[in-house]
């Protein structure tokens, strides 16, 4: 399966700031997918990029909130916009399998307190 | 709306027996399952999955066994090891490649040496 490295794996922000968050996989893939898990909650789909096109958000995520980035088939950045506590969370990259898209492997997540 | 459920937060297990993992489901369009396996700091890796033609899977110790009619999935872990201490995480999706998981909250099982 993929290895996905995301960076950074933790860090500290102030209310209002904004932080980019990048995703690197060791192979090409189609696409790729933004997973947010807050805190005590399940895993949940923020957007789908896709290369050379919009990402696609899932219902309760904006664009101007979480804009993405999808430059080639192994790099993706997700940033949380002027953020509030509420954005406390780990944020993952996946990529699909090779069994499926739907098998995912993740990268070890980004965790973020906002202060 | 949480359409996967794990209503039990935490599990306790002695070494060497079975480990159950149960997760409800609500939506019926659902037709595959997996579970994932998170340790702290790291993402989660996948597990085990199953169609939902399918009422049964097994890979080794793992085992999962769904229940479309109760809409119920369980892991079985025989025998259960000190390792497998865990976040356990039951996903769903629905028909197609789109890489949507609908995720529970996770279930932590703790194996007693």
């Known amino acids: 399966s993929a290895v996905i490295s995301q960076k950074p794996s933790r860090d500290i922000c102030q209310r209002g700031t904004s932080l980019t968050i990048q995703c690197q996989v060791d192979?090409?893939?189609?696409?790729m997918f933004w997973y947010r898990q807050q805190p005590g909650q399940s895993l949940t789909l923020i957007a789908t990029?896709?290369?050379?096109?919009?990402?696609?958000?899932e219902s309760g995520f904006v664009i101007d909130k979480f804009p993405i980035s999808r430059p080639n088939l192994t790099f993706s950045t997700l940033t949380v916009s002027n953020m509030s506590p509420e954005d406390s969370s780990i944020y993952l990259c996946?990529?699909?399998?090779?069994?499926?898209?739907?098998?995912?492997?993740f990268g070890a997540g980004s965790r973020l307190t906002v202060l | 709306d949480q359409q996967v459920k794990q209503n039990s937060p935490s599990l306790s297990v002695q070494e060497g027996r079975i480990s159950i993992l149960n997760c409800d489901y609500t939506?019926?369009?659902?037709?595959?399952f997996l579970w994932y396996k998170k340790y702290p700091a790291e993402g989660p890796t996948f597990l085990i999955s199953?169609?939902?033609?399918?009422d049964k899977n097994e890979d080794g110790r793992f085992t999962v066994f769904l229940n479309k009619s109760a809409k119920h999935l369980s892991l079985h872990i025989v025998p259960s090891q000190p390792g497998d201490s865990a976040v356990y995480f039951c996903?769903?999706?629905?028909?197609?490649?789109?890489?949507?998981?609908?995720f529970g909250q996770g279930t932590t099982l703790q194996v007693k040496p």
């Open positions: 996903a769903a999706s629905g028909t197609g490649n789109t890489g949507k998981l609908i």
């Open positions: 199953i169609s939902s033609i399918k």
């Open positions: 939506n019926s369009m659902f037709d595959y």
């Open positions: 192979s090409q893939v189609t696409m």
């Open positions: 990029a896709n290369q050379g096109s919009e990402a696609t958000y």
């Open positions: 996946s990529v699909g399998g090779i069994s499926g898209a739907n098998v995912l492997t």
